[in-house]
């Protein structure tokens, strides 16, 4: 613009000085003269409109290329352009244009997948240099030093498109490690939620009690039987069963069941006292004896039922099983060599088979320790002086 505005002031200074020597009085130009004038300013006008042209141009030629490319956008599949990107690179300069285009290539040369689109690009680019060398030679010339100037929105983008999916087909290959890894993890899981047949029996059990509260006798029992089934040795359900039959006065059916247990498992006393005590309460005392009797008179059976074992004494006693009574409280002494009721029990089974010095010695243990009734004190008193000599 400096250029012709220089030109137009030195046409203004020419005519102003034309004008100036026409007031004076100086000799006539000849008619050929002024033509001569005329046709140099008309070259003048000329070139200046031709600068105008090649100025405009050279502003507007990155609009004018992208106009003339309405399908360069469309040569690289699968990459769509936001708005924002587009405004931003219609508003770039062209000096950042010529930037991308440098640094495009390079990331060309590193990526094979992107063969296809660059040949697209190379084409385009062509058709568009060969546009630009009709209108305006010193910008095909440009065009002609960095071809991909018109593809800036997309070969700016296609770097990025393959590395996008070499990240995408890395995850893949880092991923699968993991899964795999986790699928150990969840058949283990599958395998936890599986309740195993115990788990399933107590929880029949307890179904089975909560029916009992309810008054369910039926369905509890139901439940008892399929938790037995699928855990033979669960005692506690086989008492419960036991305790539901002799509730409902079906004693035979709970000592069925009792002697069921005792038969599969010898060495659970609760199976044998529970089967004397019903058979006791049902006056059958030979037949609750013939229960008891096989329970061994040991300290380590006696120390895990006392209970069994004082009920088995008194037992002897009702049945006048003098000796067997006097095994089994000296079988509890050895737990409680102190306890003043076991050796009263003792002296009187030890009386009964005639060994009164014997029977002595435990009556007066009884006096000296103390523990029992009044009525008890007072008969083990009269035993004392009885025995004595």
Known sequence: MSVINQMLKDLDSRQQQGQASAEQDYPQIPAQANKVTNNSRKIIWAVVALLLVIYALWMYWPDIQKQLEPTTTMAVPQQATSPKQQESSEAEPTAKIINANLIAPTHQNENTTTAPADKSLEQSSTSQQAVASVSAPTQSQRQASSPPTADVPTSADTPVEPVAKS?????????????????????????NTQKSAEEIAYSKFERAQDLLDSGQFIPAEQHILSA????????????????????????????????????????????????????????????AWQVLESVPNS????????????????LAQQLEYWQAAYQTWQTLLTLNPSHAKWHLGAAINAEKLGEKQLALKHYQTVANQGGVSTASLKFVENKIMELQP
Do not use: C
């Not at 290959?173 to 986790?182: I, L, N, R, V, Y």
């Not at 300290?299 to 008194?314: I, L």
């Open 167 to 191: 990240n995408q087909t890395d995850k893949p290959s880092s991923e699968q490690p993991t899964q795999q890894a986790a699928q150990p993890s969840g058949k283990l899981r599958i395998q």
């Open 299 to 314: 300290p380590e059976v006696a120390g895990y039922h006392t209970n069994m074992f004082q009920f088995k004494a008194n």
């Open 228 to 287: 037995l089934k699928l855990k033979p040795d669960f005692h506690q359900a086989r008492i419960l069963l036991v305790s539901i039959f002799y509730g409902g006065q079906n004693t035979a059916k709970a000592l069925a069941t009792l002697k069921q247990g005792i038969h599969q498992y010898p060495k659970h006393w609760d199976y044998y006292f529970i089967a004397g005590r019903i058979l006791n309460e049902q006056n059958q005392l030979q037949a």
